[in-house]
């Protein structure tokens, strides 16, 4: 069954749109990821430009996450002032990522630029994942209770100036590290299309030391808020954002997430992450190949509108 | 009123003096009206195309007339017909990718002005059957015969023609240049029905085509017509609010998310 996607101005089969979002859906909701890192490179491969895929990526990502959003701000299992100095930095870095994307679009090396991003980024995430996680079934195999936050420690970031006190997180923390975060964060919304949980949540942990009740909550805070804004200053800046492809992919992934969710409820958290970090590098991995493969004619044509 | 009726008649009456004069100072033109020439007429059924939400390529048909033919020449099937329906000029970008630390990697980039965006051809039989190679390059005829102009006039020769060839070769893979030989049938000695095919990808715009007429071989008359293909209702609505109202739709785009996120944890609502 086809359907034309007016802005990618293409015709695509809204069951293949469909069951893409529905699966990565599942795995979101199954995982507790916002699934932009799935999303954007699954519709690279079904050959949607990239310019189109990350700005819809990230139109996607807002519907994905304001349902745990939501969930986490009714239990009040977020630090909403954490969130709000994530989101400024977010901005900041999410109008740098617009601007750089539209550079790079017109000089011709966003694909390679995405493409590189991910397999970087996804195969180091990926990699540590699974290292980690590999570790933890081995203890857990052992008998031991293993707690990912160890509060005695202090590493170099609660030496920097500028302090700042969050209640919720029970934290005394500069903002630096803090904004810089949410810079992160948002530069790599507009260029990658992805909420950024993957980086945001273990940055929180590792990093910043919040504790794990309100990790998720603040990271989803910050995610709805950065995708949105990020959604909107691409249609604005490179019209980009394809509202039917965004929402037959919203369609397929809030249904899919609703039994991706019973799904992780019977795995244990070990194996799960196990089993993500596998995903996540098997994405990466599939990207990768692609960059070094020989492409099937070395000429292409700019899309319209890249010109 | 009086005025307009006294300049029809001197303007009739003046008619009546010139067409003579004109014909002595053009010897052959009176050849002409002793034999007319062969034309060709093309009629579109629809002067718009609107690509709807279930585009996913089309058939065009159009529909076409000789006249003054020469019958004996109808019968032998020495009239030959080429339709071509020729999508708006656009700048073109053709990249090439070449090896970079083992990742390929665009290096090089030349630009092409008033390329056609798309280029369908329909013809009666093989184009080699009706023309000489040389007939349809001096005609600026056919998928190889299109021309590109670079951007950049000094381009070295040797780079413009692999360009140029990887222009052409990327639009047919997409699609978006095509030749139909047999797309053209005549269905009786002087009507006949071209079929173009219209790309999933074609682009929207003012399409222009073009009717030409081969007599044995020899080009002997050429028609056009426009054809606007756009997209349909929400098509052209979503594609407008994209262009012209980028903010407010990208806020929509948003809200829709929200909306259906919303929605989608009331109907699964388990907390």
Redesign the interface.
Known sequence: ????L??A???VNILVLLAMGGAVGFLSGMFGVGGGFLITPLLIFYNIPPAIAVATGA??V??????GA??HF?RGTLDVKLGMILLAGGVVGSSLGVYVFALLRSI??LD?FVS?LYVFLLGSVGGMMMVESVRALRRSAGGQVYSLRKPGQHNWIHRLPLKMRFRTSKLFVSVIPVLGLGAIIGFLASIMGVGGGFIMVPALIYLLKVPANVVVGTSLFQIVFVA?YT???????N?T?D??L??IL??GG??G??YGAMAGQKLRSEQLRALLALLVIAVAARLALD?????E??????P?G?? | MVFAMFARILSAWLALWLVPATALAQPHTDRLIIQPRESIQIGLSTDRVAITSDFSGADLTIFGALENIDPLVARQGRYDVVVVLEGPARVSVVRRKSRVLGMWMNTEWHSFVNVPASYSMATTRAPQDIATPEVYRQMALGIDNIYLRPADPTLDPETLAAFTAALRDRKRAEGLFVSRAGGVQFLSQNMFRANLALAPSVPVGVHRARAFLFKQGVFVGETSANLTISKAGMEQYIYNAARNQSLLYGLFAVLLAVATGWAGRIIFRKD
């Open positions: 069954m086809g359907i034309y007016p802005i101005e293409m015709s139109n996607q807002v519907a994905s996450s304001i349902s939501l969930y009714k011709g090396q390679l590189l949105g959604t909107v200053v691409h249609a604005a800046t019209q954002v509202i039917v965004a929402f919203m369609i809030v249904a997430a609703q960059l070094f493969v020989p492409p004619s070395v000429y292409s044509l700019a319209f890249e010109v």
